[in-house]
Each structure stands twice: as structure tokens, then as C-alpha cells.
């Protein structure tokens, strides 16, 4: 069974810091591009960051700038992102997804979704 599976999500204060993982199940991502998704109570989805296939690095949320940051362990087939400095506007459901090169921030673009982990900063 091919799947992505996220953890790491929990109840954290402002300026405090998580790092979340997507591991693989059924497939092996290092030919794909990750991406990270997340949805804020009451709005869409969006891309936060990318990691394509050779480790380079996209970012698509301007407000996770300096804070977040994308990495991935292809010897365990799992991809992180590390958030930092968190804030009261990055609560939501976070979601990582993989899909053929190159990194893009479109929902479509991705084959394989794992099934969020949520992210909740209040002080």
C-alpha cells in the first residue's frame, strides 16, 4: 500500500518550535518532489515549501521565510520541515505530498497525500 503518513503536529506556544515528518510507505521518495501543504481554519490549501528530487529547496508562503525550512532523509524515505519561531497564523493542518519533478505549489500536481498532522499555536 503506497502512502504518506505525517507526524510531529501538536499545541505549541508562539516562538516555540515543532518539526513534523512525512514518511514513505510503498514507494521510495526520493525521486519525488515534496511538498508541504497547509490549511488554515476556514481557508484553502496552500504550498509552504518544496524539496525536489536533488534536495533543492522551494518556497512558496512568503511568511515562513527565515522560519521554516525543508530537509529529507532518503535513507529513512522521509522528508521534515522544521518550523521555527512559530506564530498564531501558521495554526492549521499540515500536509505533505509527493509528485513527479519539479517542485510546484499546485494541489494537482500530486500523486500520493498523507492524511495531515495538525499544528495548533496559542499561547
Known amino acids: 500500500q503506497l502512502q504518506l503518513v505525517e507526524s510531529g503536529g501538536g499545541l505549541v506556544q508562539p516562538g516555540g518550535s515543532l518539526r513534523l515528518s512525512c514518511a514513505a510507505s510503498g514507494f521510495t521518495l526520493d525521486v519525488y518532489a515534496i511538498t508541504w501543504f497547509r490549511q488554515a481554519p476556514g481557508k484553502g490549501r496552500e504550498g509552504v515549501l518544496c524539496?525536489?528530487?536533488?534536495?533543492?529547496?522551494?518556497n512558496y508562503a512568503d511568511s515562513v521565510k527565515g522560519r521554516f525550512t525543508i530537509s529529507r532523509d532518503n535513507a529513512k524515505n522521509t522528508v521534515y520541515l522544521q518550523m521555527n519561531s512559530l506564530k498564531f497564523e501558521d495554526t492549521g493542518v499540515y500536509y505533505c505530498a509527493a509528485g513527479p519533478p519539479p517542485c510546484g505549489s499546485m494541489l494537482y500536481q500530486y500523486n500520493y497525500w498523507g492524511q495531515g498532522t495538525r499544528v495548533t499555536v496559542s499561547s
Open positions: 524539496i525536489n528530487s536533488r534536495g533543492g529547496t522551494t
